[in-house]
């Protein structure tokens, strides 16, 4: 029965993850479709840019939220590890590719940040480093990319270690490949020295400068 239980929560995380927020909030709220403006994701950096600070956070705690839920219930349900953390999965695919917008979507970070603190809260701290890149650098893909590599890494140490369910930090290296292989585009323009920096902000006439990915 748990088997049936826990593929269905994960395919529940995935629908419910792949809820835009960015795109309902951006019509909502300022008559943008902020698939069509900046970089064309609907995450909370180019929400940032196109919509402004107070909807960027609405739509970060939105996104953190689709990710830290379904874990939070997987486990409350005392469901397998695997379980688990194929929940964390899901919901971050679901928002990169969401069924509602042509299997478009965000970058994975704040879902997938939710759903790797929801496992394994110490990863919160990270928070602190992508404050440090993003203050030093002004690229919050930077930062990105980076707790994205840097923290699978330390979870699959301490999953040796014995301090992290080997299926917990499976999950969370999935994540962070997900959340790697959205922003390859960022990776090609931070190479080349094109990459915005961050509080640059978008006129919403602009066209995107790469798809939805």
């Not at 996104?63 to 194929?86: E, S, T």
């Amino acid at each position: 029965m748990s088997v049936f239980i826990s593929i269905g929560l994960a395919l529940a995380a995935f629908f419910f993850a792949a809820v835009p927020w960015g795109l309902v909030l951006g019509k909502w709220l300022k008559g943008v479709d902020i698939r069509t403006v900046g970089s064309g994701a609907t995450g909370t950096t180019n929400s940032l840019r196109v919509l402004g600070w107070k909807i960027a956070v609405a739509i970060f705690l939105l996104d953190f939220g689709k990710g830290v839920l379904p874990v939070v219930l997987a486990r409350w349900w005392d469901l397998p590890d695997w379980a688990v953390a194929l929940a964390a999965v899901a919901a971050t695919a679901g928002h990169c590719w969401s069924p509602y917008i042509r299997m478009k979507g965000g970058k994975g970070m704040a879902t997938g940040g939710g759903a790797s603190v929801a496992m394994f809260p110490w990863l919160a701290l990270f928070l602190l480093f992508v404050i440090a890149v993003v203050y030093l650098t002004r690229y919050v893909s930077l930062a990105s990319i980076l707790t994205a590599l840097l923290g699978p890494t330390l979870v699959v140490v301490l999953a040796f270690m014995g301090y992290v369910p080997g299926w917990w930090a499976a999950g969370i290296v999935g994540i962070g490949l997900i959340i790697v292989i959205q922003h390859r585009a960022n990776i090609r323009r931070l190479l080349n020295g094109t990459e915005n920096k961050f509080g640059q902000r978008v006129n919403v006439a602009q066209p995107p400068t790469e798809q939805s990915v």
